[in-house]
């Protein structure tokens, strides 16, 4: 093995990687060792064009130079404050500029450092703003299955993935789960927001039914499920979620981890699907995943909630050490102006006909059963091979790196996210790497 920090095999051992094959990669370490705008460099000096913009989150693409002074000089000024009963300007200027372009009404913010951490955070807003208004008994949490929500405990149990939830005992209790949207025999090869599954909202309803609406406080879906494989929702399915959950008094939380920040051509998806949810979870663009944030938007009204006790009690009692973190707040509005200096929160918007043209050119590749894709997001579906789930895609995926492109794939899934700031001959370059990875795996 050969790289630039020459690091021996056994060097390897001690870093136990995430959501990772670890004896697999420490036999075959695949190295990252710089990256500039849309490419990764290998330790052996190999250019790997980033289809994933890192983990969904380089969404200006990579070392950015305004990013980067940013930091540097807040690091320097102001390392770390606290922002438990104490301030520091750069944290209310971020909230600030964030609110401004959050969806209408979500006028408050609260920070933590990581998807996961918005999610148990907007779970606790949730159960805490019931009991804030007198309603207790809402205690329930619906998730639905294949949603994807961070790795605590909150989000594992309102998650719907069998695989993060059957190795950690008892989850949440009180937590139920709508059917996911995913109808492969009806929509395959669908370009954005799929025809039929519109109606599946109101398996929501039947679940408020099974309990009684007085027992359900939140229900929180992705906009569009990311991790397990980009499922789109169907035509008028959040609407009818948003409908369901306004009759019966119930919250919506939206996780945007993903889809916020431009992803779908669109600030947040909840714009880009018009429906606006009544607590939204961010992070990974928020700092163009340079520095670990997240940050909880809420709407106003719930905000309000909590703030009508003694005027000396804190009034949520929750919060991370890290929270508004000065340097992270400084990437964040570095970050947040570089999105809207070059016009990033809607490139998806100007290249998605691009990117779903060329996305759907490789719907006669071998083993594709569908492709999915809106903004600048998309899946590939690959036929798993027999007895050997998750084997071929994840086959194209070093293939796909050999051949100098980062792609990312989830059981027999490719799933693409590029940063936005990708030319319309890279995802070419994209499109054609798999095309022939295609009909190299097996
Ligand atoms: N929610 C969603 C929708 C996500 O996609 C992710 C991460 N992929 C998370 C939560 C968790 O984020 P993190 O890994 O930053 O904890």
């Not at 000024?77 to 209310?92: C, K, N, R, S, T």
């Not at 954005?192 to 229900?219: F, K």
């Not at 994840?394 to 989830?410: D, H």
Request: charged share 20%.
């Amino acid at each position: 093995m050969s790289n630039r920090l020459n690091l021996k095999p056994n060097d390897l051992s001690a870093f136990w990687m995430p959501f990772t094959a670890n004896r697999q990669f420490k036999q075959t370490p695949r190295m990252l060792v710089s990256a500039r705008d849309m490419h990764y460099t290998t330790d052996d000096g190999r250019k790997v064009l980033d289809g994933t913009a890192g983990l969904w989150c380089v969404n200006a693409g990579h070392c950015r130079a305004k990013i980067t002074e940013a930091i540097q000089t807040q690091a320097a000024e102001l390392d770390y404050a606290p922002a438990f009963q104490m301030g520091h300007p750069i944290v209310f200027d971020f909230a600030n500029r964030l609110v401004s372009m959050a969806p209408q009404g979500m006028d408050h913010v609260f920070f933590t450092n990581s998807g996961s951490e918005s999610v148990e955070t907007a779970l606790k807003i949730a159960l805490a703003y019931h009991r804030a208004k007198g309603n207790g008994s809402r205690f329930r949490l619906i998730g639905r299955e294949r949603g994807y929500h961070g790795v605590n405990f909150g989000g594992i149990s309102v998650g719907g993935i069998v695989a993060n939830r059957k190795m950690f005992g008892t989850l949440l209790t009180g937590v139920d789960h709508m059917p996911h949207t995913h109808l492969p025999g009806k929509n395959a090869f669908t370009r954005g927001e799929p025809e039929h599954g519109g109606d599946l909202a109101d398996q929501l309803e039947r679940i408020v039914t099974l309990h009684d609406a007085s027992t359900v406080a939140a229900v929180i879906v992705e906009p569009v499920a990311g991790s397990t494989g980009v499922l789109i929702p169907p035509k008028g399915y959040l609407k009818r979620l948003r409908e369901i959950c306004d009759k019966h008094d119930i919250l919506l939380i939206f996780d945007e981890v993903i889809t916020g920040f431009g992803r779908l051509g669109t600030p947040f998806g909840a714009d880009y699907f018009d429906v606006v949810p009544d607590i939204m979870t961010t992070a990974k663009g928020i700092t163009n995943g340079v520095i670990p944030m997240g940050a909880v938007f809420v709407k106003e009204e719930i905000h309000d909630a909590f703030m009508n006790g003694p005027e000396h009690l804190i009034e949520f009692f929750h919060g991370y050490t890290y929270s508004g973190n000065p340097i992270a707040c400084a990437a964040g509005i570095a970050t947040l102006e570089t999105y809207q200096e070059e016009g990033l929160l809607t490139r998806g918007a100007e290249l998605g006909n691009y990117w779903e043209d060329a996305l759907h050119s490789l719907k006669d590749a071998p083993y594709v059963i569908d492709i999915r894709s809106i903004g600048l997001v998309g899946a590939i579906e690959l036929e798993p091979m027999a007895g050997q789930p998750t084997k071929r895609a994840f086959s194209a995926f070093l293939k796909a790196f050999e051949k100098g492109v980062l792609i990312r794939t989830t059981g027999d899934i490719i799933a693409l996210s590029p940063p936005l700031i990708i030319e319309k001959g890279q995802i070419d370059e994209i499109v054609d790497c798999l095309r022939t990875v295609l009909t190299e795996v097996e």
